[in-house]
């Protein structure tokens, strides 16, 4: 094995051109099911996992932005189809399984992504019940309700991988409030550990990915003075915040056989911002 990886190393720049020529894709033969695949982190990693080889079922509630997602993917040479869904509708999420299978054979990879949040969400005392229990119809039951029709057909495929998106705020407490939303992704991030120990030896491994801040529709309906952003910016090491494509570059990664020893994981795309006390000037 070493004298094989001496040899690598030794070939000469026509080899690593040629190796470079039959370079597979990172998903290649891989079917995936992105929700929230209409625009930010879905629409990124859709894009890039089309790029890189797998099938993608666009799931969102959007049919404008959703469409177009599948166009762009099918004009660069990818294979993407986008269904409408409700993640907090149990009905629309049997149906979004079944249409993945039905589109493209099997399952292998289920990203659960789509999530919301809402500007009135706030502390305990000011935040509504209708505020609560519509963020967490989205972000927690939603999540939910994708383990609970995408789990069978994972295991129909032989096993797979689940990527729950849930976010830093699972992890840090914040003086700019927003309860619900917090609360609703710390459910997801306890739930997917628990997945991935239940499902550890049936060849299905489950992640929270946890973004830090990033500059999407979701974070931008927010802050939505420079005020807001400021009181926030001057929390992160790097002085800015994130790009959806840097959290697809996480999401590829665990769902992609090169981690296939990372189970269960919090799985940290966030700038540094969860091991930070005192920022550099
Ligand atoms: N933006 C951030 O700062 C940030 C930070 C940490 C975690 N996250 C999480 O990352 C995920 C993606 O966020 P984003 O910033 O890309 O958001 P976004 O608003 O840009 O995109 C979210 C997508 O989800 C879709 N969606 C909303 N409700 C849905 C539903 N009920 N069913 C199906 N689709 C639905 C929307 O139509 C939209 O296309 C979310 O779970 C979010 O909570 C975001």
């Given at each position: 094995m070493f004298s094989s990886f001496k040899k690598i190393q030794n070939i000469g720049s026509?080899?690593?051109?040629?190796?470079?020529?039959i370079k597979k894709g990172r998903l290649d033969g891989k079917v995936a099911l992105i929700t929230g695949a209409a625009d930010g982190v879905g629409r990124e990693s859709s894009l890039l996992f089309a790029k890189e080889g797998a099938k993608v079922l666009l799931v969102d509630v959007n049919d404008i932005k959703g469409k177009e997602v599948e166009s762009l993917i099918k004009s660069s040479g990818g294979e993407a189809s986008f269904f409408r869904a409700d993640?907090?509708?149990?009905?629309d999420v049997k149906e979004m399984?079944?249409?993945?299978?039905?589109?493209?054979?099997?399952?292998?990879?289920?990203?659960?992504?789509?999530?919301?949040?809402?500007?009135?969400?706030?502390?305990s005392v000011n935040t509504t019940e209708e505020v609560w229990?519509?963020?967490?119809?989205?972000?927690?039951k939603g999540v939910f309700?994708?383990?609970?029709?995408?789990?069978?057909?994972?295991l129909r495929a032989g096993g797979g991988t689940i990527i729950n998106t849930a976010s830093f705020v699972a992890i840090m407490g914040a003086a700019t409030p927003q309860i619900a939303y917090t609360a609703s992704k710390g459910g997801v991030l306890a739930m997917t550990r628990e997945l991935a120990i239940i499902h550890a030896r049936q060849n299905i491994r489950v992640n929270a990915l946890c973004p830090g801040p990033l500059r999407t529709e979701l974070l931008d309906k927010?802050?939505?003075t420079p005020e807001k952003r400021n009181r926030r910016l001057v929390h992160l090491p790097m002085g800015r915040f994130g790009l959806a494509n840097e959290i697809a570059n996480g999401a590829l990664f665990?769902?992609?056989?090169?981690?296939?020893?990372?189970?269960a994981s919090t799985f940290l795309v966030d700038g540094g911002l969860t091991a930070s006390y005192v920022t550099p000037l």
């Open positions: 026509t080899s690593i051109r040629f190796y470079s020529t993640v907090s509708k149990a009905s399984i079944d249409a993945v299978e039905k589109t493209f054979g099997k399952l292998n990879i289920l990203f659960n992504n789509a999530g919301i949040m809402i500007s009135e969400d706030d502390d229990d519509k963020t967490m119809n989205v972000n927690l309700l994708g383990c609970k029709f995408g789990i069978p057909a994972l927010f802050l939505n665990l769902a992609s056989d090169e981690s296939s020893y990372v189970t």
